[in-house]
C-alpha cells in the first residue's frame, strides 16, 4: 500500500519537500520539481522539458519532473540553498552560481580560455571538467551529473566603443559572480550583478552602461533594442550544470540513480550540443538589428586578462589542464 515517505524521514531518509509515496515493491515515486532561471524558450529550459518527458518515460509514469523556469522558485543562489535542504530536488544552473561555493570552478571563467564555442565543448566534455564534479557533495551538497554551456560571452553596450578605455568607469551588467567580477574590475568598469530578469529594463533606462551576455539572449531578449555596440569578444565560456540535490540523491534507489543521472547528463549534454549548431545563427540574428558590431580579440583586453590571471591561477589549480585541452 502506499504510504507517505515523510513517515519515513524517522528512519532516517532524507527527502525534499515534495510529495513522495511508496510503491508496493518499495520503488518510491514523485513528483521532482526542476528549477532554472532561463525563459521557456531558452535552449536550457527546452532540454529540461525533455529530460522531463524522458524520465516519465523511462519510469513508466512512476517520476514526473515539474520543470520551473524564469525564476520560479528563486534566483540560483536561493535555489542552491533549497537543493542542501532538499525543498528542491534538481536545477540547470550556471556554473558561476556553483563557484561561489566551489571556487576552483572559476578556472572554466579564464578570459580566452576558449576561442569558439567548439572548444568549449571539447572543454566541458573532457575527463578533466568531469573530475571536478567529485566534490561537489561534500562542498555544495548536489550532485553534479554532467555538463551543458550556454553561448560565448559578449558585450553590448548603449555608446559607441572603440578601445577597452571606452569602457572605464561604465557600469557593466554581470551574472553574479566573482570571476567575472574580476574582470570588469580589472577592466576599470564598475560590474553591476544583476539577474536576468533585471536586465532589459536596466539597459533600457540607463542603470547601466553595458551587459555581460550571450548571442542568444542578446538576439532573444531584445536587448539589441536600446544599444549601438555589440564587442564581439567571445570573452568568457558560460557553462552549466546538471544538479540534483544531495537529499534527494540519498532518498533515491541505485536503479532510479542511474535512470535519472544518465537521462539529466544527456539533456545538458544536448545544450552543448544545441550551441554548436546554433551560435552562428544567433550572430547572424543579431547582424540584422541596428547594431554595430566590433569583432575584438584578447589583445583588446589585454592588462585585464594578465590582471585575471593573477588572481585566478592560484585559486583554480585545473586551470592549466583545461587550457591543454582547449589548446589542443
Ligand atoms: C546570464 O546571467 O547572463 C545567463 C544566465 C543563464 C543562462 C544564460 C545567461
Known amino acids: 500500500m502506499a504510504h507517505d515517505i515523510r513517515k519515513a524521514t524517522a528512519a532516517g531518509l532524507a527527502i525534499g519537500l515534495a510529495t513522495l509515496t511508496f510503491a508496493a515493491n518499495d520503488a518510491f515515486a514523485e513528483d521532482f520539481r526542476l528549477g532554472l532561471i532561463t525563459p521557456p524558450n531558452h535552449i536550457w529550459t527546452q532540454n ?6 524522458a524520465v516519465e518515460e523511462a519510469t513508466d509514469g512512476r517520476h514526473t519532473v515539474s520543470v520551473f523556469p524564469a525564476q520560479q522558485l528563486g534566483n540560483e ?10 525543498a528542491l530536488d534538481m536545477s540547470f544552473m ?6 561561489n561555493r566551489a571556487p576552483e570552478f572559476g578556472a572554466f571563467y579564464a578570459p580566452f580560455l576558449v576561442d569558439d564555442i567548439e572548444e568549449a565543448a571539447e572543454v566541458l566534455r573532457s575527463d578533466e571538467a568531469r573530475s571536478m564534479l567529485a566534490t561537489l557533495p561534500q562542498k555544495v551538497g548536489v550532485v553534479g551529473v554532467g555538463f551543458g554551456a550556454a553561448g560565448l560571452r559578449q558585450i553590448v553596450a548603449r555608446d559607441d566603443i572603440d578601445s577597452a578605455g ?8 554581470i551574472t553574479p559572480f566573482q570571476p567575472i567580477k574580476d574582470f570588469y574590475e580589472a577592466l576599470g568598469t564598475a560590474p553591476t550583478p544583476m539577474p536576468l530578469s533585471d536586465v532589459y529594463d536596466a539597459l533600457a533606462n540607463g542603470q547601466v552602461d553595458a551587459i555581460d551576455m550571450d548571442l542568444e539572449l542578446i538576439w532573444q531578449l531584445g536587448y539589441t533594442d536600446h544599444a549601438r555596440t555589440m ?7 558560460f557553462p552549466m550544470l546538471g544538479l540534483v540535490s544531495g537529499r534527494t540523491w540519498q532518498a533515491l534507489s541505485e536503479e532510479d540513480r542511474a535512470i535519472i543521472s544518465d537521462l539529466m547528463a544527456q539533456a545538458v549534454d544536448d545544450c552543448i550540443r544545441d550551441y554548436l549548431e546554433k551560435e552562428a545563427q544567433f550572430l547572424a540574428e543579431v547582424e540584422k538589428s541596428d547594431i554595430a558590431i566590433r569583432e575584438v580579440d584578447a589583445a583588446f583586453f589585454r592588462d585585464a586578462v594578465d ?5 585566478w591561477e592560484p585559486k583554480a589549480p585545473n586551470l592549466a589542464a583545461l587550457r591543454a585541452i582547449a589548446a589542443d
Open 48 to 53: 529540461a522539458e525533455a529530460f522531463a518527458r
Open 307 to 311: 590582471a585575471w590571471n593573477a588572481i
Open 166 to 173: 571606452d569602457l572605464a568607469g561604465s557600469k557593466i551588467r
Open 231 to 237: 564587442l564581439l569578444s567571445n570573452h568568457m565560456m
Open 77 to 86: 543562489a536561493q535555489m542552491l540553498q533549497q537543493m542542501q535542504t532538499g
Open 94 to 99: 550556471t556554473v558561476a552560481e556553483v563557484s
